[in-house]
C-alpha cells in the first residue's frame, strides 16, 4: 500500500526504505515531506504482532516503569491535589499500581494486555480526566492524530513518551527503535511533528526533546512540570521535596479492603 497523506500534519509522504518485519514480512516505509514523521505501510500484521502484547525484547518494562512513575508523581504533584489519572495503553497495570502505592488515584486501560497489577481500577476514556499517561504507546497508533484527538478531549495533560526520530532520520532497520522483531511500532516521530500535532489540537508541546513530552491545554501544566519534563533528572529531587510539602497516604490498604469485597464468599463482618 502506497501512502500519500501524513496522518499528523497532513503534508505529502514519499517512500522512504523498506525493512524485514517479525522475520518473514517485507514492510514498506514512508516519510512526510512536511514534519518528517515516518510511518509503515498499512499494518496487517498486528494481530501476529499482538499475539504476546508486551514483546519479549521489552526487558526493560519494570525499570522504564519504575522511572516513569517517579517522573509522574513528580509531575502529578505540581497539580492541585485530589486530581484523577489515567494511564492509558498500560501494559499489564504496573505504573497504575505504583502511583496508587504513592497515594495518585490512578486508573488503567489497554486494549490489547492482560491487567494483572490494577485489577478492579480499570478506567476509559470517555470520562473525565485530570491527566493521561500514555507511555511508550505513540508508536503503536495507526491513526495518531486522532487517538490524540479523543485523548485530548478527557484530559487538560497529555504526559507521554516516544523516543523521537534522530537527524537525518536513518532508514529503516539502522535505528534500534524500529523494533523489526515486534512489528509493534509502526508510527515515529520527529519533534516537528509533535509540535504540528499539538497546534493541531490547539495545545502546546513541552518536551525534552528526546523521549518525554506533554501536551497541555492553556496554564493547566505548572512550571514546575514543565522543568520536569523538559529535565526528567530534575523528577527524583522535586518530587522529594513535594512529597514532604503535600504528602498523600497509600491507597494499598484502601485497594485490598476493595479487592476483598469483590471475592465471591468473602465474610467481612465479624462473627
Given amino acids: 500500500m502506497t501512502v500519500d497523506r501524513c496522518q499528523c500534519c497532513l503534508s505529502s509522504m514519499e517512500y522512504f526504505g523498506a525493512a524485514i518485519l517479525l522475520d518473514h514480512i517485507p514492510v514498506s516505509y514512508y516519510r512526510c515531506l512536511g514534519c518528517g514523521f515516518v510511518r509503515t505501510e498499512d499494518p496487517s500484521w498486528l ?4 499475539a504476546t502484547p508486551i514483546a519479549r525484547l521489552d526487558v526493560g ?25 489515567l494511564d492509558w495503553g498500560g501494559g499489564y497495570g504496573v505504573l497504575t499500581r505504583l502511583l496508587r502505592d504513592r497515594g495518585l488515584d490512578f486508573r488503567h486501560h489497554d486494549a490489547y494486555a492482560p491487567n494483572y497489577f490494577a485489577i ?12 493521561v499517561t500514555m507511555f511508550e504507546v505513540l508508536e503503536h497508533l495507526t491513526d495518531p492524530f486522532h487517538e490524540l484527538e479523543r485523548l485530548a478531549a478527557a484530559a ?7 523516543q523521537l526520530l534522530p537527524e537525518p532520520a536513518p ?13 509493534q511500532h509502526v508510527s515515529l516521530y520527529t519533534l516537528q511533528t509533535l509540535q504540528t500535532l499539538a497546534a493541531r489540537l490547539g495545545r502546546r508541546l513541552v518536551s525534552d526533546g528526546v523521549h518525554l513530552h506533554a501536551l497541555c491545554s492553556g496554564t493547566r501544566l505548572p512550571r514546575a512540570a514543565q522543568l520536569i519534563i523538559r529535565s526528567p533528572p530534575a523528577a527524583d529531587l522535586l518530587r522529594l521535596m513535594l512529597r ?23 465474610r467481612l463482618d465479624p462473627p
Fill in 61 to 85: 518494562l519494570l525499570s522504564r516503569c519504575f522511572r516513569l512513575a517517579n517522573v509522574t508523581e513528580a509531575v502529578v504533584r505540581t497539580m492541585p491535589a485530589g486530581g484523577r489519572y
Fill in 171 to 183: 532508514l529503516p532497520g539502522l535505528w534500534w527503535y524500529y523494533a523489526l522483531e515486534t512489528g
Fill in 120 to 131: 478492579g481500577l480499570e478506567g476509559e476514556i470517555e470520562e473525565t480526566w485530570d491527566l
Fill in 156 to 162: 487538560p495533560v497529555l504526559l507521554f513518551s516516544t
Fill in 244 to 266: 514532604r510539602l503535600r504528602p498523600t497516604p497509600s491507597l494499598i490498604d484502601h485497594d485490598f479492603q476493595a479487592a476483598r469485597r469483590a471475592l465471591p464468599g468473602v
Fill in 47 to 50: 494481530s501476529e504482532a499482538y
